[in-house]
């Protein structure tokens, strides 16, 4: 344990204290894509706490967690481990070390959208997630099923003040959502 | 005649359209006014917070700083809508850094993190309570069996008091309940439907969601209740990402009510796994 500074900077991004943990399991033990990850979810934080700051950034558990929240209400020493989950994800973009990138990407087309219009015009950012993919048409005969449902709207909403919210997202996000 | 500030959130202006219409003819019915926030803005969903914390406030605080100002309880449908607001209220009020962080960003508008935030479960709960909803019931649904499924972020907000228990919540089988529905108890109340994987990581949607449907099923179940668009979304498109036999239709939680109340939904041509078998069961009292 001779580098804290992974850990460090995880518990300043994350604003939890990971150090806390003692390896109960709960968090694995009620995770429904434990299955599904390459560490798995009490690992990850053992990784954290180790410094083994690579193996944790490029591992594609951080990106298989849905954010359901069942480890941060189980966890008995109060740590929020979904939002660890999401302070990595950043980290590991900040750091160009992502292993999955498409969370990343639908998420920004998502973000974009809402700052172009205020409101998520979910059309617009799944077809631009589709394009990015360049897989324009596995998902062609959902998307149709929901339009003939009329659950897929053509025109977005837009709030009034738009160029305020534009204003604001640059603020934050500078120019960064533009991938 | 209680007013309460609708905060609709993206969803339920398009993918579940149909769940503001029966929300809007059911509170009608109940006396409840929904006035509908002006100029209201995304809450950032799951999305900002997973990009910028900051933004995920800043989004979060635009709309309750505009409501803070019309001084009635704000009342978000969506579950990430209530989360997401749920927890920039409560942060925004205890911690003056963040505040006056986001408050800069934000000007001319000010949040102050004061308002009561209620999801569908606690407006019927609060505004028209179980013994009057017993009482007014027009239609019988008693052949109806349903399960209550709740998903995961409705009630798992950490660091924030919750309204209901995180593992075993039963706010949401009391108003069943009082429907006039038959309960089944079914272990999946809380599992997770796969959540925004529904286009990343269709696998994932598909095997969770699935797990749900067949619980549901194996309790003998005629349909499954949600307040969660994105959770009835998954669910409901289950043909579409592969599952396709064996699927009960999933109804919101208001669309239970239309039932009980008019004997018909609104919005049954918005489902794509058929309501009609389950329609059928509904009598007249």
């Known amino acids: ?179 | 005649m209680a007013t309460l500030t609708y905060y609709p959130g993206c969803s339920l202006k398009t993918s579940s359209k149909f769940y503001e219409t029966s929300i809007k003819e059911v509170c009608s019915f109940y006396g409840i006014r929904l006035k509908e926030l002006s100029d209201w803005s995304c809450c950032g969903a799951s999305a900002a917070h997973t990009v910028d914390e900051t933004l995920a406030h800043v989004l979060a605080a635009r709309n309750i700083a505009m409501a803070e100002a019309d001084g009635n309880h704000f009342f978000a449908p969506c579950s990430a809508c209530y989360n997401r607001s749920k927890i920039t209220n409560e942060k925004i009020s205890k911690d003056k850094e963040l505040r006056e962080e986001i408050n800069k960003l934000i000007s001319p508008l000010q949040c102050l993190g004061t308002i009561e935030i209620k999801n569908i479960i606690e407006v019927f709960h609060d505004y028209v309570g179980i013994e009057r909803i017993a009482r007014e019931i027009q239609y019988d649904l008693s052949a109806i069996k349903v399960v209550p499924y709740y998903g995961c972020v409705l009630t798992r907000i950490p660091g924030v008091k919750t309204f209901d228990d995180v593992e075993d919540p039963v706010s949401m089988d009391t108003l069943l309940w009082a429907a006039g529905t038959k309960l089944v108890k079914w272990p999946f109340k809380m599992e997770c439907c796969g959540a925004g994987k529904t286009l990343t990581n269709k696998d994932t949607t598909l095997r969770l969601s699935s797990k749900i449907m067949d619980m549901a099923l194996t309790t003998g179940a005629d349909m499954i209740v949600t307040s969660c668009p994105l959770c009835q979304m998954n669910l409901d498109l289950l043909p579409y990402l592969g599952k396709a036999e064996d699927n009960l239709p999933v109804l919101f939680l208001s669309e239970v009510f239309e039932l009980a109340l008019f004997g018909r939904l609104s919005g049954s041509g918005s489902h794509i796994i058929p309501v009609d078998g389950a329609v059928k069961k509904v009598k007249k009292k």
């Open chain 1, 1 to 179: 344990m001779d580098n804290l500074e992974f850990l460090h900077e995880t518990e300043k991004v994350s604003g939890e204290k990971i150090s806390t943990c003692y390896q109960c399991y709960k968090c694995t033990n009620g995770c429904p894509v434990a299955a599904e990850m390459d560490i798995v979810p009490h690992r990850i934080i053992r990784h954290i706490i180790l410094g083994n700051k690579e193996k944790v950034l490029t591992s594609k558990s951080i990106w298989t967690c849905l954010q359901c929240i069942t480890c941060s209400v189980r966890c008995p020493n109060d740590i929020d481990v979904a939002r660890i989950f999401d302070a990595l994800r950043k980290i590991s973009v900040k750091e160009h070390c992502e292993a999955d990138k498409d969370t990343w990407l639908f998420d920004s087309f998502f973000l974009d959208s809402v700052r172009k219009h205020g409101k998520l015009h979910e059309l617009e950012a799944i077809m631009n997630y589709k394009l990015a993919k360049r897989d324009l048409f596995s998902d062609a005969k959902m998307g149709i099923g929901m339009f003939l449902k009329g659950r897929m709207g053509i025109l977005p909403h837009n709030v009034k003040d738009r160029k305020q919210l534009r204003e604001i997202f640059k603020k934050i996000v500078g120019e960064r959502l533009g991938r």
